[in-house]
């Protein structure tokens, strides 16, 4: 079972999940949850087996234009780490306003949509865009049915 989650702000993002409001603070909230679960839970890791994903090996850099913030996420061996600033050689770039980046990693806006619509810009393979929506998307659903 999961030992080491923070139960109050698992039940926060699930919330948040569910409702679709979440606000541009809870995305480092959201990675942090990320990193909580792929680290402890079994269960999780089943999950990420049961998709291919365990070859996975990501390295985002989210740059949010309207804020001046550089956030990091990586994927790799089912475990995901986050944190602020700059990273060396990611497999995907990523640019974007807060609101539209908190919308697509808690699942209320398509990646590809937003894209086409220029509200996002990005520099490495499309696939790599895929991966992220497909990380979060998993996560999420995960998150949700715990």
């Known amino acids: 079972m999961i030992r080491i989650v923070n139960s109050e702000l698992l039940n926060y993002i699930k919330l948040k999940l569910s409702s679709g409001s979440a606000i541009p603070g809870d995305c480092l909230k959201l990675f942090e949850i990320y990193k909580q679960l792929s680290s402890e839970n079994a269960g999780l890791r089943e999950e990420f087996d049961d998709m291919a994903m365990l070859d996975m090996n990501f390295l985002g850099q989210i740059i949010i234009s309207d804020e001046n913030k550089k956030f990091w996420l990586k994927f790799k061996e ?12 990611p497999s995907l770039t990523f640019t ?22 220029g509200d996002v810009s990005f520099n490495g393979g499309s696939e790599a865009l895929m991966d992220l929506q497909a990380i979060t998307s998993v996560l999420n659903d995960f998150l949700q049915s715990i």
Request: hydrophobic share 30%; glycine share 18%; no cysteine.
């Open 78 to 89: 089912g475990k995901v780490d986050y944190g602020e600033g700059d990273v060396v050689n």
């Open 96 to 117: 974007t306003k807060m609101n539209t980046f908190t919308g697509i990693v808690f699942g209320t806006i398509e990646i590809s949509g937003a894209h086409e619509t």
